[in-house]
């Protein structure tokens, strides 16, 4: 698999979480609106770019983890972007790491399933 198919295949499961917590929900359904960009933003985990700051937020809480959500979006001609912002109060970086294998061209959830 590319490494185009690989993202969308990352981006697809992205975007199912993310269509279970804003349908999940008990309040009335909300909307995020995506704010039109010609500057893409970089994807380096720093929110510092105008179309963040300009952009409209929708707070959504997450039952699961017990922690509100703030999310933005943007898009150019050819991609979304999707700013995500929650606290997280351990920085927990390895929670649910999926590990890829060429062989099966699949993700993995640990290194045991890996022949």
Not at 40 to 46: F, H, Q, R, T, Y
Not at 80 to 94: C, P, V
Request: some cysteine; proline content about 2%.
């Amino acid at each position: 698999m590319s490494m185009g198919g690989k993202i969308n295949c990352f981006l697809g499961g992205f975007f199912l979480v993310l269509f279970n917590i804003l349908t999940c929900q008990a309040a009335p359904a909300k909307e995020l609106l995506a704010i039109k960009t010609s500057a893409e933003p970089s994807i380096d985990g720093v929110a510092n770019e105008a179309i963040w700051r300009d952009g409209k937020s929708l707070s959504v809480h997450d039952s699961v983890a017990d922690i509100n959500i703030t999310l933005k979006a943007a898009y150019s001609s050819d991609k979304i972007f999707i700013l995500a912002t929650f606290a997280d109060a351990d920085e927990n970086r390895q929670h649910r790491t999926l590990l890829w294998d060429e062989k099966l061209q699949a993700y993995l959830k640990n290194r045991q399933e890996l022949h």
